[in-house]
């Protein structure tokens, strides 16, 4: 149940599991529910080590009342 539902916690199969009769309790749900292999996403830390190296510009003209460039 927890492969097909990678997004249910312990809470949610414990839950499930009552409503078709099964009665275990939610700690030994949690115990045998398999961990997550891949490593956490690195994006964000990757993000805020290159953060220091980025540079961001905005450049435009306004133009004044005598549409003189200013």
């Known amino acids: 149940m927890g ?3 990678p997004s249910w916690g312990a809470p949610c ?3 499930e599991l009552l409503k078709l009769g099964i009665d275990i309790a939610e700690s030994s749900v949690s ?3 398999l961990r997550c292999r891949k490593p956490p996403s690195q994006a ?3 993000f805020l080590e290159n953060a220091k190296q980025l ?3 905005d450049s435009f003209t306004v133009p004044t009342i005598r549409f003189q460039m200013g």
Do not use: A, P
Request: hydrophobic share 35%; aromatic share 14%; proline share 0%.
């Open 3 to 5: 492969q097909e539902n």
């Open 13 to 15: 199969i414990h839950g």
């Open 31 to 33: 115990k045998y529910m």
């Open 44 to 46: 964000w830390r990757t």
């Open 55 to 57: 540079v961001s510009i």
